[in-house]
Structure formats: C-alpha cells, structure tokens
C-alpha cells in the first residue's frame, strides 16, 4: 500500500450500534487526524494524534474514541451511533503535529450512514 | 469563535482565470493552506502560505495578508479538469487546521 488506506468504504449502521473505522498509513508520519464532512461545512477534527501513544480532542470529539498503538493505526469508535454522525470520515496523517509545512495527506474517506 | 469564509460556488470559462478569496478570523496563526477537492474524493494539498505575498507554482499562485486575514488562490489557464471544490484552511495557534466550507468551482466550455 502506498499512502492512507481506509476500511470500509461505506457503511449503512442502525442507530444504537458500535461501529469501527479504520485507518491504516504507510508513510510513517506521526501526526494522524479524523476530520468528518458535513455538506455546506468544512471539514471538523474530531480527534487527532500527535505521535503514537497519544491522542486529543478536536472541535467534535462527542460520541467519539480513538486510540493510537502504533505508527500506522488510527481508529475510530462510534460507541452507539447515532443519526446525526451521518458523514463521511476522512482520516489523514502528517509528518508532524507542529508548525512547518506539514501538509496533511488524506485517505479515500468512509461514507457513513446511520438509520 | 474561528471563522473561514469562502464563496459557496463560483463559474468560470475554460481558459480564463479565476481568483478564490478566503478570509479568516481564528485564535492565532501559523500557516494558511489551499487544498483542491474533487467530488466523491479526498482533498488533495495545493499550496502553503505562511509569510506574506505571493506564491506561485505552475498554473496556481496563492496570495497571503496576515494583517488583513485574507488570502486568495489564482487559477490561470483554467481547463475542464480544474472543477473541484478549493478549500482554505489555516493553522491555529493549537497547531489545528480550521477549514472553510470550500468553494465549488464550475468550468465551462
């Protein structure tokens, strides 16, 4: 794989359920991110890593969790999905959390759509 | 509060130029991106700016005023491929990318 990878790609989940995105990045970056898009808003973190082993809360962090093992894993926990967290996810990564160039590179992004 | 403002949708003729303005107004700064977005796809890195002026790379040039909160992208020599959503975003001073809503922009022939 080269880049950001995603799991799955869409999903349609009853209200109430547990659900797990996953991210997977080959870069090696340290930073990691969960943004979700919303149509007519722009992106929102929800949650972000600045290096393995720590997390923080972004803009939207309510009814989410994620943890961050590894370099390359960064999933993301809807513990009992509720409609309004219908949106598409994108997970994206960066060299580093800090100040610099620092682009942010992002995955396919998961469509997500709870009933 | 953070705030970008963008303009929802603009039109242009192949060809021709177009300038996308964003203006922003959030807890600090440290840095103001430009990503380009096609629809049912990821946003894609376009430029950095983090000083004042302008920066220019092939077809795509994005200006920067920190005193007035305002940047712009310039497309020339627009072709049919360049219809996309641009987004801006700026660093905080959490180190946090605030995103406008991104401007949807149509090409016609």
């Known amino acids: 794989i080269a880049g950001i990878t995603q799991a799955p790609t869409s999903q349609i989940l009853a209200a109430g359920r547990r659900m797990t995105l996953r991210c997977t990045q080959d870069?090696?970056?340290?930073?990691m991110y969960w943004y979700r898009q919303d149509l007519g808003l722009g992106l929102r973190l929800i949650h972000y890593?600045?290096?393995?082993?720590?997390?923080g809360k972004g803009e939207v962090p309510d009814g989410y969790s994620v943890s961050r093992a590894n370099t390359d894993d960064f999933p993301l926990t809807l513990a009992s999905a509720v409609p309004s967290q219908t949106s598409v996810y994108f997970c994206?990564?960066?060299?580093?959390?800090?100040?610099?160039?620092?682009?942010?590179?992002f995955g396919p992004g998961t469509r997500l759509t709870v009933l | 509060g953070q705030n970008i403002d963008q303009p929802t949708e603009m039109t242009a003729t192949e060809g021709a130029i177009v300038q996308i303005n964003c203006t922003y107004q959030?807890?600090?700064?440290?840095?103001l991106f430009w990503y380009q977005q096609h629809a049912g796809e990821a946003p894609t890195f376009l430029s950095y700016?983090?000083l004042d002026g302008l920066e220019e790379k092939g077809r795509f040039s994005s200006f920067l005023s920190r005193s007035k909160g305002y940047s712009y992208l310039l497309l020339k020599e627009l072709q049919m491929k360049d219809s996309a959503s641009y987004l801006c975003?700026?660093?905080?001073?959490?180190?946090?990318?605030?995103w406008g809503a991104g401007t949807k922009l149509i090409i016609k022939p």
């Open positions: 994206a990564s960066s060299e580093s959390g800090g100040t610099g160039y620092n682009e942010q590179f």
């Open positions: 870069m090696r970056h340290n930073a």
């Open positions: 890593s600045n290096t393995a082993g720590t997390t």
């Open positions: 959030t807890s600090g700064f440290n840095g």
């Open positions: 700016n983090v």
């Open positions: 975003a700026v660093r905080n001073s959490n180190y946090q990318l605030i």
